[in-house]
C-alpha cells in the first residue's frame, strides 16, 4: 500500500486513517506528557510524605530526601525516562490505528504492520456496526470485520467515491439470535467455540475473543457483541 497522509490518495486509492492533528497530538503530548510527568516526581514524593491520608513508602522518602546534586541528575533521568515512556505510549497507540486503503480492485486494512486485503468483487455491502468497519460478500459473509474510532462519514465517502455498496446499517441484522448455550440449530463445534468466547469476553481476553471470531467464521458463524452478549447467525443467507 502506498504511503499517503492520513486521507489522501495514491493512484486509484482512497486511504483514511489517524486525522494528522490527532498524530501530532499523539508524538508531541505523550513525550511531553512523560517529561512533566519525570519533572514532577520529587515535587510529588515530598506532597505524599506531607499528607496523612496516604500511607509512607520507601521509594517516596528516597527521592524526596535525594541531596540536591544527586536530585538534579534524578530529575533529569525521571524526565528522560518520562519522555521515553511517552514514545513507547505513543508507538502502542499508531499501531492500534487501523488504515483502510480503498482502491478500484481491492480494500486494504492495516493494523500494527499487518496488512490484510479484499478484494472488490468479493464485497457486496460495507457498513458500520458501532465502532466496527465490515465488509460483507455475495451471501452474507464476513469477509472483514474492523473496530476503529475512524470517521464513518470519512470512509463512507472513501468506498462510495470507488463503487463499493455503501449501507446504513447492517443489512441482514435481523437474522441474528442471541446466543445460549446448547442453542440446538448451530454448526457442530460452534457451541463450544461460543461459550470459550463468551469467556474471553468476560474477561477481557480481545485478542482471544477475536481469534475464536475468526474459528467460528470457518464454522459457518457470524457473531457480533453487545455489552459482552453475543448475537450470531449464519454466515450464508440466502444460498
Known amino acids: 500500500m502506498s504511503v499517503v497522509p492520513a486521507n489522501g490518495t495514491a493512484g486509484d486509492e482512497t486511504v483514511v486513517g489517524r486525522p494528522a492533528w490527532q498524530a501530532v497530538l499523539v508524538w508531541v503530548g505523550f513525550p511531553v506528557a512523560g517529561a512533566l510527568l519525570g519533572l514532577g516526581l520529587r515535587p510529588l514524593a515530598e506532597w505524599i510524605l506531607d499528607v496523612d491520608w496516604i500511607p509512607d513508602f520507601g521509594l517516596a522518602h528516597v527521592v524526596a530526601e535525594l541531596p540536591q546534586a544527586q536530585g538534579t541528575i534524578g530529575a533529569v533521568v525521571a524526565v528522560v525516562a518520562g519522555v521515553v515512556l511517552g514514545v513507547v505510549l505513543a508507538l502502542t497507540a499508531e499501531g492500534e490505528v487501523l488504515r483502510v486503503g480503498v482502491g478500484t480492485g481491492r480494500v486494504s486494512l492495516t493494523r500494527d504492520g499487518d496488512t490484510r486485503t479484499v478484494q472488490r468483487a468479493d464485497v457486496h455491502s460495507v457498513f458500520m456496526d458501532g465502532k466496527a468497519l465490515v465488509l460483507l460478500g455475495r451471501h452474507g459473509d464476513e469477509l472483514a470485520r474492523e473496530p476503529s474510532d475512524l470517521a464513518a462519514a470519512r470512509l463512507e465517502a472513501a468506498f462510495t467515491a470507488h463503487g463499493y455498496p455503501w449501507s446504513s446499517a ?70
Open 170 to 239: 447492517d443489512p441482514h441484522r435481523d437474522a441474528y439470535r442471541r446466543w445460549v448455550p446448547e442453542t440446538p440449530d448451530l454448526p457442530p463445534g460452534a457451541d463450544a467455540v461460543l461459550k470459550a468466547r463468551q469467556r474471553a469476553l468476560e474477561q477481557g481476553g480481545k485478542d482471544d475473543a477475536t481469534e475464536l471470531r475468526d474459528e467460528l467464521a470457518r464454522l459457518g458463524v457470524v457473531v457480533r457483541d453487545e455489552d459482552e452478549k453475543q448475537y450470531w447467525r449464519h454466515a450464508r443467507i440466502g444460498g
